[in-house]
């Protein structure tokens, strides 16, 4: 997998640290050049999502599209679309 050096939203992420280190999340907000907000729809709901510093953070190449178009159009994603893009994820 490539890495992208830039944050997108619906871009895959992969925690680095903290308690869900090793898991991945969806981007579904960029704060500012250092932190963004991130979900997965299982534990970290959108409702609920968590402020990350980028650093912290490993971001792949792979942006679903259905996600990002979703952020875009309406400012919100339901949580079965990023259960959906991470398993789709995972597969590839």
Known sequence: MEMVTEPQ???IVEILRGREAGSF???IRIED??????ADGRKRKFDRPKKK?????RLYDT????????LRETG???????RFALT???QD
């Open 88 to 90: 789709k994820f995972s």
């Open 33 to 38: 050049e250092r932190f963004v907000w991130i």
């Open 25 to 27: 999340a969806v981007i």
């Open 63 to 70: 942006i679903n599209t259905e996600v990002a178009d979703s």
């Open 53 to 57: 510093n980028r650093l912290h953070l």
């Open 76 to 82: 919100r994603v339901t949580n079965g679309k990023l």
């Open 9 to 11: 939203l619906g871009q």
